[in-house]
């Protein structure tokens, strides 16, 4: 079966430090991966996602980045966090346009 | 531009009852729609899909009704329990897109 994870857990940085976050999928080939944020008490707003190694489409305009280095993982980065970069953080797999499967979450407070 | 929403942030049933949660489209192009489960600090959960030419579709415990004339999609829980307390989202994918949309989420909450 398939499974996604996403570490950290939880992140607490400070403004103007570096964001690396990662995730990777087991059990499947060539999916397609995204990356979500998720501010209290609000819905998903998609960041980016891919359909392959180097493919990345950007979704908001921000200061984070995207990248696929491996067919099966996928990580968020940022060179200097901001105070709204706050919430948390989903990565999600599809092995078609249908339905997507979330990661556990990533929960980052920039202080 | 398009959006999907929900008629109610907040819902509570006693445990037992039959919980009905709604949402709104208004992407007529839409043509997947998706229903989430997301429990406090954890990642969405799916829960039942259903695509555009079907109207109603079951699985355990959950039925999901499209109402396409009306952009309407909603998700009946059956013998709600303690355990379905969680934000429910649907989403939905616009025709060719290869994004979801989703709305804002309802609030479960199961009272004793």
Same mark, same amino acid.
């Given at each position: 079966s398939q499974t996604i994870h996403q570490w950290p857990a939880t992140l607490v940085q400070p403004v103007g430090s570096p964001l690396s976050l990662e995730c990777t999928v087991e059990g499947t080939s060539n999916p397609n991966l995204y990356w979500y944020r998720q501010a209290a008490g609000r819905g998903l707003q998609l960041l980016f996602y891919s359909v392959g190694i180097g493919q990345i489409s950007s979704e908001v305009p921000q200061n984070l980045s995207a990248s696929r280095p491996q067919d099966r993982q996928f990580i968020l980065s940022s060179k200097k966090l901001l105070l709204s970069d706050s919430g948390f953080y989903l990565c999600a797999w599809s092995a078609s346009l249908d339905t997507q499967y979330f990661g556990p979450g990533t929960r980052l407070t920039v202080l | 531009g398009e959006s999907v929403g929900l008629h109610l942030p907040t819902l509570s049933v006693q445990e037992g009852d039959n919980s009905i949660i709604n949402c709104a489209y @208004?992407? @007529?192009? @839409?043509d997947y729609f998706i229903w989430y489960k997301q429990e406090s600090g954890k990642g969405p959960q799916f829960i039942i899909d259903i695509r555009s030419n079907m109207d109603k579709r079951q699985g355990q415990r959950v039925t999901v009704l499209l109402n396409k004339t009306v952009k309407h999609l909603s998700l009946q829980i059956a013998?709600?329990?303690?355990?379905? @307390?969680a934000v429910y989202f649907c989403a939905e994918r616009g025709g060719s897109a290869r994004q979801l949309t989703f709305g804002s989420g309802t609030q479960l909450t199961v009272l004793p």
């Open positions: - | @208004s992407n @007529s192009a @839409s013998a709600t329990q303690p355990g379905d @307390s």
